[in-house]
Each structure stands twice: as C-alpha cells, then as structure tokens.
C-alpha cells in the first residue's frame, strides 16, 4: 500500500465519507486533488465507504468523468452534440486531433494536453463549444482552437 | 458611483465577459472614474454577449457584443452616463427580443446580481416562501395543482399530482430531488436560471419541502456546469446563513437544507430513477418501476424528483397565485416555457413565451434566420430524442398535446437549428450511435439494437442492399420503441423516422439532391 496515497486521501476521505451515498463526492474529490484516480486508491476508497473494490471501479468506469490515467497539464473537451455539430463542431473536432496529434482520451506527445469528447456544456447558442480545464470558451473554429492551444502550450 | 452590468453566465464567459469587465475596470482606474461593475446574470440574448449595461437617467440601457478593445471608446462616448456609441442598443428592456418576452420565471435573471440577497429580495424574492409557510402543506399542493404546471424535465407530468403523492406518503424521512442534469443539447435554460437566478432555485426547493413533508434536498448538477456549480454553491452558503434554508427556514421552525451533488458526464442520470441511483453512489442504471420515486425513491424514502424549471415556477405561483400562472398558455399547457434557441441560429438565446407560439415566430421573428444566412432545413425540438421538424410544420402551436400529435415532444424546451447543408441521415446515425454511447445497459435493445442501427444506417449510406436496410431499421426502431425500460432506448426511434419520413431523399428515397 501506497503510504503517501494513503495520508493523501485520508483527509479527503474524512470530509466525506459520512455523507449519505458518499462515493460520488469523494471520487470528485479524489480526482479534483489528483487529476485522476488513481488504481491504487480504489482500495483505499472501498474500505473506507465499506465496499467492495468491484463496486467502486465499476462506478469509475460507467462515469465519463472520472479516469483512471493522468491526464496532460491540461484537458480539453470539444462537444460533439447537435447543437454544435450545427456549427461545425465535427470539423472542429478533427482539426483538434490534427492538431494535437492524438485522439480523444489520449493526451498529445509534449504531454500538455488530453484531449476528451463531451456532449453539451450548455453553450448551445454559442458553438462550437469547448472546455479548457474549468473554463468555456464558445465560438471556437480552428483559427481560435489553435489560438487556445498556444495559450495552453506555453502555459506552465 | 457608475453601475456597470457585466455577465457571469457561462455562455457570457465564453464570448469574453471577463476580459471585458476587467478592461472596464482598468479604463475607469486609469480614468479616475468610481465605477462598481455588477457581475449579473445573462439576458439570454446570446448574439449581444459580451453585454454591458449601466444605470442611467433610472434606466438601464445595453451596449453590445463588446470586445475589450471597445471599452476605451465607450468612456470617450460617456457610455457611464448613456453616450451614443457603435455599439449602443438603447433601454435594454426595449430590445424587441426581450420585450416580446413573457418572463415568468425568467423575469429577474439577467436584471439582478444573482448573489445578492437584497437584490433578490428587492425583486421579489422570497414572497413565494413566505406565503407557503402560511398555509397547510395540502393547500400549497393545491396551488401548484391548480396552476396547470407541468414537469419541465420532459415528461411533463402534472407537477401537483406528483407532490399529492409525495404528500400523502407516510414517512419519517421525505426527499425533495432538484434534477440539475440538463443533458439534452440544446438546452440551457436550467443553467441560466442556476447561474442567473439561484435563490428562485432555493426558494422553490424549499417551497416543494414544505408541501410534501421533506426536510432535505438534493440538486444533483451535471459536471459539466462548472460556473453553476460556483454559483450555486455561493447562494446555497448564504441562504443558509440568512435563515432561509436549516432547522429554522424564515423563522418558521420547520427545516429543510439542500446539498450540492455533482453528476459525472453521464446523459443516462438524468432520469429520474438511474439519478437517485447516482445519488446513493451507484452506477445510473434505471430502476424498474414501479415502485415509482414519489413512494419509494432515494434511499427507498417517499421523493418528489423536479426538473430546476419546474422547481422554479413555484415561487411565482405561490406569489402570485395559481390563476395568474394558468393564465398564461393554451389548451392543458399552461404557464409559459423558456425556450432555447440553438445550434445554426442569429439570434440565440432564452425565448420565454407562453405555450402556443409557433416555430415561426421563434425561428424568425425572434431568432433572424440561420447564422450560416443559409435556408433552414431542420429543426430538432426536445433534445436528443426530440424529432425533426421540417419546415413545413413550423406553425404548428407549441404545446404539448399539439406536439404530440404530429408525433414530437416538446421536451425541456431545446431548439436546435440546422441549415440545408445538413445530412439528415447523418443526423440519424448520430441519434443511433448517441443511444449506444449513452445506454445503461439494462436492455437488450438500447444497448446492443443502437449499434445494430449504427451499422445499418452506415449500409444505407453505402447503399449496400438499401432496401432491406431500411426494413431492418424500420423493425428495430420498433423493438426499440416496445423493448425499452426509458426513454432513451424507447424514444431514439423518434430523431431515426422522423429524419428518414421528412427527409427521405437524404436516405437515398425518390429525390437523389441530397443524396449521401
Ligand atoms: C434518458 C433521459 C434523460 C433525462 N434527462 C433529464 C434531465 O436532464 N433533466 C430533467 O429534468 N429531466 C430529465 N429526464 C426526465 C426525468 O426522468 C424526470 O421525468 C424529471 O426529472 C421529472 O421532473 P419534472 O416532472 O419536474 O419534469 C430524463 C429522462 C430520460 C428518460
Ligand atoms: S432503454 Fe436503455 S438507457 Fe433506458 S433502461 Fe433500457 S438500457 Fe437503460
């Protein structure tokens, strides 16, 4: 057992592991603190929620969200859903693994970038649209994806 | 002291609201001119983001779109005080697109900074709670019952009937559940309100506690509403503090708290059973019913499920009355429904209209046409399982039976524009694929029937044996339809037929224009 994993989730485990049908929030947790989820917490989590090791890699694997692999510096996520398909969102899309050299769930060779698919960030009327770690950005074509990622490349 | 408006709304953020109020700032340091920039929420006139506002001669009036290399001009105009500039638009409550409004529920968010508890209270926040707590849990139901109102999430179920059951439930422990999960593209009425409006949220959670009998609540958000989550998170946290929420809501002695909960990029959760599934820390595999949610929902406890549209109407209707609210609509709509429009449109935004305008109306008069300035070919109402509606249809009257009779569903409201350049085959192997992408897995049909359609529709489009194909896609679209535990396997066949009954040249049928 990993010790350091072990204190690192401890406290995170501690702030939710009472709350009624805790696993959700503490996978946010876990993966907001790591950006990711580690195999070797899912140990650590089901004993602390009292469940079997099947059952929390299960919940890791039925949520898009929630991954298992260390994602680049940054994630970006393009939106394939109708809306922005209206817009060009699929040309988009294959700019973006031109751009980066990688498909979706895999992270371009510089390690800067993971690429994800998502479907609706609620931007509709303004698409196509785009996530960059926390933030939306509407309105992207190529000019403005490749724009984004040099912001994103020469950032830290 | 100058009165800035610059948006906190995601769709704001995303056109550039947060450079422009940081340039605003800095103009008016350098300046030497006291300006308080008031982060609000969004007017929902998306196609004029960034919009700023300021108050001015007792009026707010509206500039827009601004970029930041705008802002040193607007000053030069005195904009601050209302100068003539490019970009001027006049009294923003003028704006044809916004006057021609019926805002109901949206009628603060966009006016207000949406974490201001005495904004919200200056504008009429809190009345709706404040008459509940004076009435018998069955008389506020009555209310909700007597106004028409109609679940927003899709289904459209009689929001007080679901309460009356929720109500008359015997249980130590009741669950309101707000569903946040807003998963249908083309929609972001929920998470304007969320980000624009929470208190209306809160207030209506509360509201929807007092009338069942539930002292806790759930709003489960989907991840991808960062911005909302914030937002709600802050309201929530001063909510509480001002004793609207906790063991003593607005000094009446009765509790009810809510909790944040956030989804995880699974289109699946928003339905209701496989969400309280999410909710207990599970996978979001649907529960069969019954027994249904109201009797036997989270946690096996008696739970009233509301879309955040529905949840928060009823401040209004507590307000105001039932009668007010059912004077709005048509037929057994009633009320008003924020409409989204999306996808390849002009105008986009929140059209808040009683039930009964037409598509026309939207589509033109409000939304100017396509972006693309080419014809509009199809149009996508009710989300992903909505069908496609040509051109044809568009003055049929929004409502629900009218709807449903032309075998469409108005679902959560969403209208997603396509302009002739669209491949309507295409768009029905992406509903096929969507289905499979998406599907809990329970049934036979949705999870592996989806991919059958898949590759069936790939056939057609290769014109491999089309015939057949096409008999094969009618058979499982119908398996689909009758195999299915919800609606995502039993109403993925809607988008499939009603693209290849109004637009069947795209599927290679007579007419070969638009052939694949
Ligand atoms: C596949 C699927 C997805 C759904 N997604 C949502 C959603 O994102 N938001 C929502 O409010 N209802 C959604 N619903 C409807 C809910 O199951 C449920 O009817 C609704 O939350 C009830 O609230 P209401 O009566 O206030 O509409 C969905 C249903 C299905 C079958
Ligand atoms: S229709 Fe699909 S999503 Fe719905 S319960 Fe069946 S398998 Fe799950």
């Given amino acids: 057992m990993d010790a350091s994993l072990n204190a690192e989730l401890s406290a995170l485990l501690d702030a939710h592991r009472d709350r009624p049908g805790a696993l959700l929030p503490v996978l946010h947790a876990v993966q907001d603190a790591l950006g990711h989820i580690p195999p070797a917490a899912v140990p650590i989590i089901a004993r602390a929620l009292n469940l079997s090791r099947a059952e929390v890699h299960g ?71 785009v996530r960059v770690d926390d933030e939306i950005v509407g309105r992207v074509d190529a000019r403005r994806f490749d724009e984004l990622l040099a912001e994103l490349r020469d950032a830290p | 002291m100058s009165r800035v408006f610059v948006s906190l709304d995601t769709s704001a953020l995303a056109l550039g609201a947060e450079r422009v109020a940081q340039a605003i700032a800095a103009e008016a340091k350098q300046r030497g001119a006291a300006v308080e920039i008031v982060r609000n929420g969004s007017r929902g006139l998306f196609w004029l983001e960034p919009l700023v506002e300021v108050e001015a001669g007792g009026q707010r009036l509206a500039y827009g779109p601004v970029a930041p290399r705008d802002v040193a001009s607007l000053f030069e105009a005195g904009f601050l005080a209302g100068g003539a500039h490019a970009l001027a638009l006049g009294p923003t409550q003028d704006i044809a697109y916004l006057a021609r409004q019926e805002r109901l529920t949206f009628a ?156 995880a990029g699974a289109y699946i959760c928003g339905e209701e059973t496989a969400l309280l599934e999410s909710l207990e820390g599970r996978r979001g595999i649907v529960r069969a019913k019954p027994p249904l949610p109201a009797l036997a929902g989270l946690f096996g406890r008696p739970t009233a499920v509301n879309n955040v549209m529905t949840l928060a109407a009823a401040p209004l209707i507590l307000e105001r009355g039932a009668a007010y609210y059912r004077d709005y609509g048509m037929g057994r709509s009633r009320g008003t429904l924020p409409f989204q429009l999306a996808g390849n449109i002009r105008h986009g935004g929140l059209v808040e209209k009683a039930f009964g305008v037409t598509l026309n109306e939207l589509l033109h008069d409000f939304g100017g046409g396509t972006l693309s300035g080419r014809p509009i070919r199809a149009v996508q109402v009710g989300g992903p399982l909505g069908a496609w509606i040509p051109p044809a249809q568009f003055d049929v009257p929004l409502d629900y039976e009218r709807y449903g009779e032309i075998g469409a569903m108005l679902g959560h409201g969403g209208i997603v524009v396509f302009d002739d350049s669209v491949n309507m085959l295409r768009m029905a192997r992406h509903a096929m694929e969507f289905c499979a992408e998406e599907s809990c897995g329970k049934c036979t049909p949705c999870r592996i029937g989806s991919t059958r359609g898949v590759e069936v529709l790939d056939r057609v489009a290769a014109n491999r044996d089309r015939e057949a194909q096409l008999a094969l896609l009618d058979s499982l679209c119908d398996t689909l339809l009758h195999g299915s535990a919800c609606a995502l396997g039993g109403m993925t066949p809607y988008p499939v037929l009603s693209a290849l009954r109004h637009f069947p040249e795209d599927f290679g049928i007579g007419s070969q224009d638009h052939a694949p």
């Fill in chain 2, 108 to 263: 603060r968010v966009g006016l207000t900074d949406p974490l201001s508890l005495d904004d919200y209270r200056a504008h009429g926040g809190w009345r709706g709670l404040e008459n509940a707590l004076a009435l018998a849990p069955a008389a506020i139901v009555r209310e909700v019952t007597d106004s028409g109102l109609r679940g927003r999430g899709g289904a459209a179920f009689p929001a007080g009937t679901k309460w009356e059951t929720v109500r008359g439930a015997g249980a130590e422990q009741k669950y309101i559940v707000c569903n946040a999960d807003e998963g249908d593209s083309g929609t972001f009425s929920d998470r304007m309100l969320m980000e624009g409006d929470p208190f209306c949220l809160i207030e209506g959670m509360a509201i929807a506690g007092l009338a069942v009998g539930a002292t806790q609540g759930y709003l489960y958000l989907r991840s991808e509403y960062p911005q909302a989550a914030r937002i709600l998170a802050a309201a929530i946290a001063k909510a509480r503090e001002a004793g609207w929420l906790g063991a003593d809501v607005g000094g009446s002695g009765r509790a009810f708290d809510i909790e944040l909960r956030l989804g």
């Fill in chain 1, 59 to 129: 919940v890791i694997g039925f949520y898009r969200h929630f991954r298992s692999r260390a994602p680049g510096r940054h994630v970006v996520q393009v939106c394939r859903a109708e809306a922005c398909q209206a817009v060009g969102a699929l040309e988009l899309e294959a700019h973006a693994r031109r751009a980066l050299g990688c498909g979706f769930h895999a992270t371009c060779a510089d390690g800067s970038v993971t690429l994800e698919p998502v479907y609706c960030l609620g931007n509709c009327a303004c698409g196509p649209s």
